[in-house]
Structure formats: C-alpha cells, structure tokens
DNA sequence: TCTGGGGTCCTAGGACCC
DNA sequence: TCTGGGGTCCTAGGACCC
C-alpha cells in the first residue's frame, strides 16, 4: 500500500501556473483571506507558521517578500481531479483521502522494484501538472502516512521512502526518532497524555501498553497501534462512502447586522448546499441553519435551529422555504455576525425516495421539479455560476458580506477567459 | 478591523422499550 | 435496608483529519 501526496498542494498549484513564483517564497491564505494555511519550502524556511492569521503576519510577509495568494478552490479542485486521475491510471486500486492526497494499492510481484515506480511517477506528475509529490510505502495505512512523512522530511529520500523493506531493528531506530505528535490520528490532546506518560517517540507509542491505551483513546487509539505493528485495521475504500452530512458555511468580509444580509448570505449557502446535494445524488432529511458573532469578542452569540423534512428533499426551492423562517427565528439585533451556515443531515440516496401521503404535491409535480432543477444545474455549470440564479440570494454587486479574496490568482483551468496565454 | 471550511468516527449518557 | 436486566436508538460533544 501507498499513500501519494503533493507537497504545499495550494502553493505548488499556483507555482505551476505563474513561473515568475519559483524559486520565491509563496503562501496560501484561508477563505476570507484569514489564516496561513500552505506554504512552500522557501516561505517554510522563513519561520513562518501554519494557521497564523494573516493581519497580524502581513507586514512581516510584505518585508520579506513573501507571494500572497488568497485560495483559490476552482483552480485546486480542478489540478486535484487531474492527479488523481493520473493516479488511478498506474495503480489497481485508489482511495482519494484529502484535495491532494490518494491511498493505493499495487499487485506486483515480490522482487518489483517499488522504487523506480514512484521515480517514474513523480516525473510524470511533474512534467504534466508541475506538482511535486510524494510517495510513502507500508503495510498498512498508517505505515505509509508514516512512510510518506519520512519520503519529504528527510532530504536524502528525495521523496520517496518504503516501510516495507526494513528489518525490525531499521524499523524500530527509525520509529524510535520520530516524535509522537507526528503520528497520523496523534492530536494535541493524544499527544499531551502520551507525553506526560513518558511515551514520546513513535517506538514507544507501538510498544506501551494497549489496555492503558485503549482505556484513554478507545478502539482508535488501539487500531492506530496495531498498524504501527503491522496489522491493517483501515483497508482500502475502492469505493467513497455516501456522505452523512453536508454543511456549506463561510465568515463574511464584513460583520452583518441586518437581517435581510444574514438572509441572503444563508440564501446563498443553501443553494450552493442544494447543488452539492444534487451533485452527491442525495436528499436531505433536515436542515439547520447556524450563526454566531465572532468568538475573540464579546458578548459572543452562536445558536441555531432545525427543520425536519416530511419528505426528504434536494430541491432548492424546498429548501429555500424552509431555511429562511430559521433564520428570523435565531436572528439577534445588535449583533455583529461573522460567520454562518447551513447544515443538511439525515442524507438519503435520491433513488430510494419515501412518498409522504401528507404532501399535497403529485409524482408528477416532483419530476417537474427535478428536471427544473437538472436545468439549472446544466445551466450553471456550462456558463458560469450564477447564471440562473435565485432572487433571494441579492446579487454579488450588492453583497457586502461576500468574502474577502484580495489576491485571488485565475481560473487557469476551468475557464475560458482565464486559460493562460503562451506567447510564442 | 482582521483569526477557515468541511468532514468522520467514537463514546457517554439519556430516553425509551419489554 | 433493599428499587432488575438487557437492549435499542438518538444526540451532544470530543477528538481527529486535511
């Protein structure tokens, strides 16, 4: 098994469309311009942190010289589906696990040299999409994270490194210098009981006792041991599991206060909830709408509300209907919201519908719906979204909430007006 | 002034059943 | 004095992932 990753999947995205940023330090902010969250290996090597918030970095950032890039999720979406289709094409079995990360599995025989494989397949990455990546092999799924961590922080890997090869004793000196918060499904909380347990390195964490483990991390922490010792607990999912939820939320580039703003931002993200659903060929079940001020002043206000669907829906009118009385319901004058959003669970496949005997609306309404819905989809994705649009949702021009995306790079990829030009 | 978004899994505890 | 046993389902909250 492995797992193939892009190192600074965002930066490296928007190095390979601008080559003027190669060679310079670049990072990647969150939405709404908020936090660090990629880097490349020049910004990395100038101290500067995942997660900082970028008011209090900027000045720093523009002293040193630092490429800025607000995110940019077309254009990462779109290289994400180009890598792992390259993937899948040289391998037997894949399992996307992240936007630029994928698990696989390979049938070859024993005495295959693994090696030249992933030479061959980081070249052929890099000369068709320009993203450098990894590959990290193991028994199991949390020896190739491990494998793949090794493959990028040890220059001498080149970015490759196999598990699988090693004797127990290369195996135990390896784990033995790597820190236990570096662990895949180690968090802060995990680690911080580890420590003060004594068990700081990767080898103590395989060897220390499992029942002191499961007792204070249950059947995960336990799984997560047993792959370090070579069991596979995780197999490889051929197939992505049908989504419980599905939850369309954003911070807003300006606080909003009035009511009908906070109307039309959550009209906005339930249409957006309506498409994915559509595009996941599910129905939703129930629907909650959130709010809340920000969480670093006071009074801080956060509260939601729910609505139960008699009959599961994906329709973007259905949902529209029932979001904005919620909306009213939570609503607070005088607060200043900056985040939102709309959640929808009980998700059910589209194909096995439950007819409700209270709604008054025939089959034949429903198909109505559908084929609306289809249209607009159809619409939107062939000429822009936004093209058909809903009038609840106001219109960008008058939005003051949309989010901040200040130094936003094109659609390189997936629109026409954006293809870059090559002048010969 | 400004601090991301979208998920999953697991467990404990409550409500309820007979 | 003593207040059952065995189960399901649901939800909230915690922890983790990228």
């Given at each position: 098994?492995?797992?193939?990753d892009?190192?600074?999947?965002?930066?490296?995205?928007?190095?390979?469309?601008?080559?003027?940023?190669?060679g310079?330090?670049?990072?990647?902010?969150s939405?709404?311009d908020?936090?660090i969250?990629?880097r490349?290996p020049?910004?990395r090597?100038?101290?500067?942190?995942?997660g900082?918030?970028?008011?209090?970095?900027r000045?720093?950032?523009?002293?040193?010289?630092?490429?800025?890039?607000?995110?940019n999720y077309a254009?990462?979406?779109?290289?994400s589906?180009?890598l792992?289709?390259?993937?899948?094409?040289?391998c037997?079995?894949?399992?996307?696990y992240?936007i630029?990360e994928a698990?696989?599995?390979?049938?070859?025989?024993?005495?295959?040299?693994?090696?030249?494989?992933?030479?061959?397949l980081r070249?052929?990455v890099?000369?068709?999409?320009g993203l450098p990546?990894?590959?990290?092999?193991?028994?199991n799924?949390?020896?190739?994270?491990?494998?793949?961590?090794l493959?990028k922080v040890?220059?001498?890997?080149?970015?490759?490194?196999?598990?699988?090869?090693l004797?127990?004793?290369?195996?135990?000196?390896?784990l033995e210098?790597?820190?236990?918060?570096?662990?895949?499904?180690v968090?802060?909380?995990l680690?911080?009981?580890?420590r003060?347990?004594?068990?700081?390195?990767?080898?103590?964490?395989?060897?220390?006792?499992?029942?002191?483990?499961l007792?204070?991390?249950g059947?995960?922490?336990?799984?997560?041991?047993?792959?370090?010792?070579?069991?596979?607990c995780?197999?490889i999912?051929k197939?992505?599991?049908p989504?419980?939820?599905?939850?369309v939320?954003?911070s807003?580039?300006?606080?909003?206060?009035s009511?009908?703003?906070?109307?039309?931002a959550i009209?906005t993200?339930v249409?957006?909830a309506?498409?994915?659903?559509?595009r996941?060929r599910q129905?939703?079940g129930?629907?909650?709408?959130f709010?809340?001020t920000s969480?670093?002043?006071?009074?801080f206000y956060s509260?939601?509300a729910?609505?139960?669907?008699h009959m599961?829906?994906?329709?973007?009118g259905?949902?529209?209907?029932?979001?904005?009385?919620?909306?009213?319901?939570?609503?607070?004058?005088?607060?200043?919201?900056?985040?939102?959003?709309?959640?929808m669970?009980?998700?059910q496949?589209?194909?096995?519908?439950?007819q409700?005997l209270?709604?008054?609306s025939?089959?034949?309404?429903?198909?109505?719906?559908?084929?609306?819905?289809?249209?607009?989809d159809?619409?939107?994705g062939?000429?822009g979204?936004?093209?058909?649009?809903?009038?609840v949702?106001?219109t960008?021009?008058?939005s003051t909430?949309?989010m901040?995306?200040d130094?936003?790079?094109r659609?390189?990829?997936?629109?026409l007006?954006?293809?870059?030009?090559?002048?010969?």
């Amino acid at each position: 098994m492995a797992l193939i990753d892009a190192n600074n999947f965002y930066a490296a995205c928007e190095q390979s469309f601008d080559p003027s940023l190669l060679g310079r330090p670049v990072v990647v902010l969150s939405n709404n311009d908020g936090c660090i969250v990629a880097r490349n290996p020049e910004a990395r090597a100038l101290g500067i942190c995942m997660g900082t918030p970028y008011f209090r970095i900027r000045q720093k950032l523009e002293r040193l010289k630092v490429v800025v890039r607000s995110s940019n999720y077309a254009l990462y979406g779109d290289m994400s589906q180009r890598l792992m289709r390259s993937l899948e094409s040289h391998c037997e079995e894949l399992e996307i696990y992240s936007i630029d990360e994928a698990f696989v599995r390979l049938s070859r025989p024993c005495d295959f040299n693994l090696r030249d494989w992933a030479c061959r397949l980081r070249s052929l990455v890099y000369r068709n999409l320009g993203l450098p990546i990894a590959v990290g092999f193991g028994a199991n799924k949390s020896q190739a994270k491990l494998a793949n961590y090794l493959a990028k922080v040890v220059p001498a890997n080149a970015g490759i490194f196999n598990f699988l090869t090693l004797s127990d004793r290369e195996k135990r000196e390896l784990l033995e210098n790597v820190a236990v918060e570096e662990l895949w499904g180690v968090g802060p909380k995990l680690a911080r009981w580890c420590r003060s347990r004594g068990v700081c390195t990767a080898r103590q964490f395989r060897d220390m006792s499992s029942g002191q483990l499961l007792s204070k991390y249950g059947v995960v922490g336990l799984r997560l041991q047993s792959e370090l010792r070579g069991v596979v607990c995780w197999p490889i999912a051929k197939t992505a599991a049908p989504k419980k939820e599905t939850c369309v939320s954003r911070s807003f580039g300006q606080p909003i206060t009035s009511l009908e703003d906070l109307q039309q931002a959550i009209a906005t993200y339930v249409v957006r909830a309506g498409e994915k659903l559509r595009r996941q060929r599910q129905l939703a079940g129930a629907l909650t709408v959130f709010i809340r001020t920000s969480a670093f002043s006071s009074p801080f206000y956060s509260e939601s509300a729910t609505v139960q669907f008699h009959m599961p829906s994906n329709d973007t009118g259905v949902l529209l209907t029932a979001s904005i009385p919620l909306v009213k319901k939570i609503f607070r004058p005088c607060c200043r919201f900056t985040k939102a959003g709309v959640l929808m669970h009980h998700l059910q496949g589209a194909e096995h519908l439950q007819q409700s005997l209270l709604l008054e609306s025939t089959l034949e309404d429903q198909k109505r719906r559908e084929r609306l819905m289809t249209a607009i989809d159809r619409l939107n994705g062939r000429y822009g979204r936004g093209t058909i649009g809903w009038a609840v949702c106001g219109t960008e021009s008058d939005s003051t909430w949309s989010m901040r995306r200040d130094q936003l790079s094109r659609a390189f990829t997936t629109c026409l007006d954006d293809v870059p030009i090559v002048m010969a």
